[in-house]
């Protein structure tokens, strides 16, 4: 722990640990220093010089990201000489910059563009030739590279060789002429890869499976988690026209930092997907969900003495799997499981769990299914089918007598309901390390379409007389913290836009 | 330093010998302490030959004592400053001097290894440096306890491969460690954090050169020489139009720029006049022909508003157009410029495309501005001063010789 | 010509430059020069991957070192290699002309080879014999003060 340092930035008095470098010390202040190499999880690089300052005793102005905070400094980030030299090194990176915007996928979120507005001169007094490199460079399946749009920054650089473990990049050539150059093949192999699309401040850098989907302008953008499994990194969803068009991670310390894997990253193919079931089916054809409601109702009634399996995935909600819970509890249900994909993690971000909420359905009240399932004796079967990676075996489906099976997709069953996707609902879930977070609604992927948690409530509410349904997300939240002991205290607002911990008793591993 | 330049045999040791080589070591591994060796160097008031002239002994003094990491020395061999080639004199014909003032500043910092980084240009430096340390090792001069001292140096030649950057400190120990030539952001300083990040001195040729000399002969001898400012004796190198160009060896302060270049250099080889001399290679400002009466030593010349930097003397005649010789600069910058910041990486480039543009006869009225406004937001945001290596000369070009410029502007292609 | 792995005789220069140096990386320039001599003046993909190996780098990194210098060349050169100074003091005392006579009666510009194979063009910035010049290095023999007459009996001379 080092001593305070009390410094002055432009004005504001901040106190910061000696050795802060002046970007988070005026962030504390609630000053921003614009800069384009530095991040807060890479090595200084101190090369763009767009964070320069002026500290007061010393000559030179000086590279924000590079100077330690010193007891007594006086810092000025935005004075008539330091604005002078700001716009003097936006000038020199747009001398050769391609005049790529309209078609250039980073407009709307590029820094060059931002910084240009705010920082820039205004006015382009190049006239000579700009130099060229290549563009439309492939690094591989998912990265496209462009050199000329590149101010060689070396964030990319770093993350690979620093984050990643893959040092698969490296500058070639010298002065004005330096471009990136990439190992082996020419193809980045690390499952983190993307992430330097998300860093790159500019369009040098751009996604190939979201190369010209869409201008940012046109999309809504929700934060929320994803779901591939149970680490839980927080993104944003960027959607048009309710269709999922890409994720980006969101920053949280506690969880994912500012990472996600590729692979979570890519898959989402499955909220698109335009053979999902949007309404109630008995045997193979449409039913109003109020006919279908009623019948499984009756269904599962007369199933009671026999004997009913229910079985929930741990992609559902908590608060999907509380719907589920008290039908459950009504109906007097012995048997509850729950199917749990598993694979292979790593050492960063994967989790082996590849489901979001494993956690909550043990919490629920749920145990983990028999591997294989016995021979089932149920009278009837009250199914949630997982989004994928597990599944009860078709011999299994067709020996477990009246089945009400909840699925993405058209399967065999007696009665079958559309289920939703992680981007269609306000939910929580319980990831990793006991951590509670939120997902947030951002389409609806049909109108027609009722979500799980409604038909489950209101087959319950066929059942029970008297039973009152939670509406809105809080509602079915506050639902849950009645529950175990590890969400007492807990509010939706709480949980919040990065989530939190579960208290210590009760929680899982 | 050049006395026995021209002896072929002082690149031998056994000649070196002859002329008292090695004596200054022995007396101070023998009868010295290390920091007695950085008092003595302190004392005699030398200044780096590299180009900065920072005070070597108080340089020294920056590596922290009693740490646990190795030590480690530079030598700056680089040499690739325009109008310089005095180190090549001292490598190619008295090696030993050279070696002998490293042995004795790795004892004074407590280095027991020391690179002499020569650029690859340089085959014949590399060939005699090497066959120099054959020698020296064979005789116990180099390597494991020098003389029976218990003091252990070795030393080997590592080339560079074609990059004038490397000849910046930082920059030189990036190459070293087998990457690219960039600079380094400083701090930490290279004394502190060098070579694998262990206390590092980097010291140009002559100044190691001066060393020996320095205690072979005392400090005193040494600050008695040249003038306040400007101790010892000095290597500079004169070329382009003078009558006689070639390095010369003299203490600085006894003669004016004009004396030395009139009297010593036998005034231009065309009969032209001069129009302009960069005092110092082509880093710093020229100085116009009303500039030449000043004194010649570093602090005359540094009021006079330019530098004696690396000694590198460069004359004109007025054949030449300011305008050429600023492209001339121009693009060696931009072509040497590491690229790692971007002022500099572009920036340059943009200043040599200007004045290409205007020596082909397509400068406007407006270049002349830009060209100033462009150089001013070089100079001091970069890390490292190639840029100002630029900027400083440029804008002395365009203050001095406008009228060069402005007729181009008007129509006059010159290239 | 795709270039050759890196023969016995240099791998072993090679780990002798190793013990001179705390971190073998630290050899990797003297032992390109090494790799570049023995394989025709050049470096393939070949060679620079082998060299890569060696040092137990990644090949894109070995790659952006030899980018970064003057002296490294990834393409075929002539059977020798001629370097002419462009600087300030050269040009001064006649560089300019020199460039245009070697383009003139060998038809080679900056950077390119002659048609028959015998020598590489390079203009060079400052070779570092300013009192001495115009000045070109051919390989490692030296030629300084240079007239159009030397150039001419310098370079007609190469094999």
Redesign the interface.
Known sequence: MSAPAHLRIDGHAVTVPAGTNLIEAARRAGVTVPHYCYHPRLSIAGNCRVCLVEVEGVGKLQIGCNTGARDGMVVHTANERVKEARGGVMEFLLINHPLDCTICDQAGECKLQDYAVDHGTGVARFEDGKVHKPKNVSWGEKVVFDSERCILCTRCVRFLDEVAGT????????GDRSTL????DGALTSPYQMNIIDICPVGALTSRDFRFKSRLWFMRFTETICTSCARGCNVVAGSRNDRLLRMVPRENPEVNDHWMCDHGRLHYAFVNDEARIVTAKAAGRPLPYAAAIDQAAQLLEGARAQGILAVASPFMTNEELWALKGLCDALDVKDRWFLKPMGEGDDLLVHPEKCPNARGAALAGFVEAPAPPPTPTCGALLYVAPREGAALPPEFLAQAGKRIVFSLREQEADLLFPLTTFLEKDGTVVSAGDRVQRLTKGITFDRNLLAERSVLDRIHAALEPGFVAPETAAQAFARLAEGPAAFADLTWAKVGALGTPLAREGATA | MLEHAGDPAQRTLEGYRRHGGYIALEKALRTMQPDAVTAEVLQSGLRGRGGAGFLTGKKWQFVPKGGSK?VYLCINAD???????KD?QIMEHDPHQMIEGALLAAYAIGAGTCYVYI??????SIRATEEALVEARAAGLVGRDILGSGFSC?M?V???????ICGEETALLS???????YPRLKPPFPAVEGL?RCPTIVNNVETLACVTQILRRGAAWFAGLGCAGSAGTRLF?????VRR???YEFECGKFTLRELLEEFCGGTNTGRPIKGC?PGG?SFQVLSPAELDVRFDADSVAKAGSSLGSG?I???DDS?SALD?AL??A??YS??S?GQCTPCREGSDWVKKILLRMARGRGTAGDLELLWDVTRKMDGTTICPLAEALVWPVQSYLKKYREDFEAAVRGGATA | MSGRPLSPGVVARIEELWT?Y??K??????A??LVQADQDGWLSAEALRATAEL?DL????V???V??????HTEPVGRHVV?LC????C???GADALIARIAERYGVGRGETTADGRFTFEC??????????PMM?VD?E?HENLTVGDVDRVLDGLE
């Open positions: 040092p698969q990049v490296s500058i070639d050539e010298r150059i990439v190992g082996g | 190795p040499e690739s400053e325009p109008g310089t080639c090549r650029r690859g240009e340089y085959p014949h070795e080997w590592h080339p560079g491969a074609g990059a004038y190459s070293l460690e087998g990457g690219r030539g694998w190198c004169v070329s382009g139009h160009p070639g390095v960069m082509s590198g460069m004359v004109f030449v010789v001339n600069i693009e060696f072509h040497e590491c | 001179r705390p971190h990386r630290a050899a990797l320039i003297p390109l020069h040092f990644p090949d894109q990194e790659r952006g070192v980018g970064f210098y003057e002296m490294f370097r462009k600087t300030l003091p040009k001064l005392r060079f910035e400052c070779l570092g014999h300013c009192s001495t010049g290095l490692e030296r």
